[in-house]
């Protein structure tokens, strides 16, 4: 279950939203309310949760002041900014502040519903990823101890391997392209009968 945190400073908004919405059904599980942005910032710290909803008109601290505060202690936090003001500059500005996405009161059930749901996969996606990259943590921390043991059995063997790597860059491009001119002269000189110094084999013999 994914934790939720809802701050509005109308008890019964919250209530509304604990009712409407199928919660468990959505994978999500509210942690906590706060009356304004403070309380909320207090309950992000203990709770740690995943989603925020908030409203943007509260004493103490506002939405837009509670997410721009979110934005830099708690960036990975998703807010979904809940508001009965539907002036452009306030949607501008929650987005700008960090917030997920901007939802109108009164909430309609099935649209808090679709989006809770795209949040649900976001955060599935991420968690995912997460235990893959602690998957291949821990595969590679199960093979440090036997490289470690390797390096000490045979160090003079990692020196010459690390020296070698060192000189191939340059050296080894630079043969590889000798080796290329020299090969096309044998052939262009075989073609017309002639001898080159060095080579061997029919290249040596020329057109006899």
């Known amino acids: ?53 908030t409203d943007i008109r509260m004493p103490v601290m506002d939405g837009l002041e509670l997410l721009q505060a979110c934005k830099r202690l708690h960036p990975e936090l998703r807010i979904v900014v809940l508001s009965g003001h539907d002036d452009f500059q306030y949607v501008q500005t929650a987005l700008r502040c960090g917030a997920r996405d901007y939802v109108l009161k009164p909430v309609v059930r099935r649209d808090l519903t679709e989006l809770l749901e795209t949040i649900r996969g976001e955060l599935d996606a991420e968690r995912d990823a997460a235990r ?40 080894a491009a630079a043969r590889a392209g000798r080796l290329r001119r020299r090969g ?17 084999g029919p290249l040596a013999a020329g057109r006899g």
Not at 184 to 200: D, F, I, S, T
């Open 1 to 53: 279950m994914y934790r939720v945190i809802l701050a509005d400073d109308e008890p019964e908004i919250c209530r509304g939203l604990r009712l409407k919405i199928a919660w468990e059904r959505l994978g999500f599980e509210i942690a906590g309310e706060a009356r304004n942005g403070k309380e909320a910032l207090s309950a992000i710290a203990s709770e740690r949760p995943q989603l925020l909803l």
């Open 132 to 171: 893959a990259r602690e998957a291949i943590g821990r595969q590679w921390r199960q093979r440090l101890p036997d490289a470690a043991r390797t390096v000490r059995a045979r160090p003079d063997l990692w020196r010459r391997r690390g020296a070698r790597h060192r000189r191939m860059p340059g050296g």
């Open 184 to 200: 096309r002269r044998e052939v262009r000189a075989a073609l017309h009968g002639r001898r080159v110094p060095g080579a061997a």
